[in-house]
């Protein structure tokens, strides 16, 4: 079993910053990849970023160049750095552990996920 705890959302303004934590235990060295997803009211799930076993990095055309996934295998934490937040970056963010083959944007090549954490981004 795997158990995923996501910390670090809250309220910014535009162009504000914040740091989104996933402390991931349980047995997880067979995972393909991990990935932050987020969920506006009324929207559907979508992937903002992941990062696979390799260390290889991929990001949604809407966050490129303002967020940053990476890992801390060390500490078994999932980090996404967030910069130059929008107003449309307002959502609950998830963390998630995929163990099986499929493109990472997509939320059923995830097998756990973690509570959420909000952020909101005002104008």
């Known amino acids: 079993q795997v158990q995923l705890v996501e910390s670090g959302g809250g309220s910014v303004q535009a162009g504000g910053s914040l740091r989104l934590s996933c402390v991931v235990s349980?047995?997880?060295?067979?995972?393909?990849?991990m990935g932050w997803f987020r969920q506006a009211p009324g929207k559907e799930r979508e992937g903002v970023a992941s990062?696979?076993?390799?260390?290889?990095?991929r990001y949604a055309d809407s966050v490129k160049g303002r967020f940053t996934i990476s890992q801390d295998n060390a500490k078994s934490t999932l980090y996404l750095q967030m910069h130059s937040l929008k107003p449309e970056d307002t959502a609950m963010y998830y963390c998630?552990?995929?163990?099986?083959?499929?493109?990472?944007?997509?939320?059923?090549?995830?097998?756990?996920w973690g509570q959420g954490t909000q952020v909101t981004v005002s104008s």
């Open positions: 990062i696979d076993r390799i260390g290889r990095s």
């Open positions: 998630a552990a995929g163990f099986v083959p499929g493109y990472w944007y997509t939320p059923t090549t995830y097998n756990y």
């Open positions: 349980g047995y997880t060295s067979s995972r393909n990849c």
